[in-house]
């Protein structure tokens, strides 16, 4: 009988090694665990996660109140929330859930005016606000140019969308976000900033971005100790702007 060529005998050598190592490896039962067993949750197509609070289905606007107390609530279109636009000069009258809360998922339809009137941020302007202060921007950025870190599905003034995502004016639009609130120490100071991840008609936005501080229209952010349950508001920005199917998930 010939003897096996040097390459073979390496090759069934390092074969008997990788048996010998496998034999050696724990059982796999040791990195299986079965509870705690995650609940169970209804996804219906189309509708809200069973688990879910719903802000508003197009019938009510109980969930919802005017920010500023002197203000007037909004109406119900078509199934659809829309904006009564503040005409200026008086103050616009953001509306704001009776609810607060901290980390969301959060899904929302919204609808810019059909009829295009003004051009970069006077058109079809709104936003969502997180605990009131955190801005992920509403906008008709749909062959709209303005500054990219205001443009639709922008962390406003912080971070621009990854992409521009928009539909033409009038076309029902969805985000979907997770929000993560910031945390502070007993003594005011941060532990943990605030972070976003939000899908624009089911395109990536926005990726785990850590915010810098509260919105903030002119200057730079900074964060100011606040509590760990907000309300969530929409912005009236004098557009006409609707919204529905609104409902957020509480993350613990």
């Not at 008086?90 to 899904?107: E, M």
């Amino acid at each position: 009988m010939r003897p096996l060529p040097g390459f073979a005998v390496t090759l069934l050598s390092l074969a008997a090694l990788a048996l010998h190592a496998a034999d050696e490896l724990p059982p796999p039962e040791l990195t299986e665990y079965y509870s705690p067993v995650p609940p169970v949750i209804a996804a219906p197509a189309g509708g809200a996660p069973s688990d879910a609070i719903v802000l508003f289905d197009g019938t009510s606007l109980d969930a919802w109140e005017p920010v500023s107390a002197d203000g007037h609530p909004w109406k119900i279109e078509d199934g659809a929330m829309v904006v009564i636009p503040t005409p200026a000069p008086a103050k616009p009258c953001d509306q704001q859930t009776k609810q607060a809360f901290g980390n969301i998922q959060l899904h929302l339809e919204f609808r810019t005016p059909a009829k295009i009137e003004g051009k970069g941020q006077g058109r079809g302007n709104s936003g969502v606000f997180f605990m009131g202060r955190y801005e992920l921007q509403i906008l008709d950025s749909h062959e709209n140019p303005t500054y990219v870190n205001g443009q639709a599905a922008s962390i406003y003034k912080q971070h621009p969308p990854l992409a521009n995502a928009s539909r033409p004016a009038g076309e029902w639009q969805t985000f979907d976000v997770v929000f993560i609130a910031p945390r502070f120490a007993a003594d005011g100071s941060l532990v943990s900033p605030a972070r976003m991840t939000a899908f624009h008609n089911g395109v990536l936005v926005q990726h785990d971005a850590v915010l810098t501080g509260p919105t903030e229209y002119r200057g730079q952010p900074k964060y100011l100790a606040h509590a760990a349950q907000l309300p969530l508001s929409l912005q009236d920005h004098r557009n006409p702007t609707a919204f529905r199917n609104i409902w957020v998930r509480e993350l613990k």
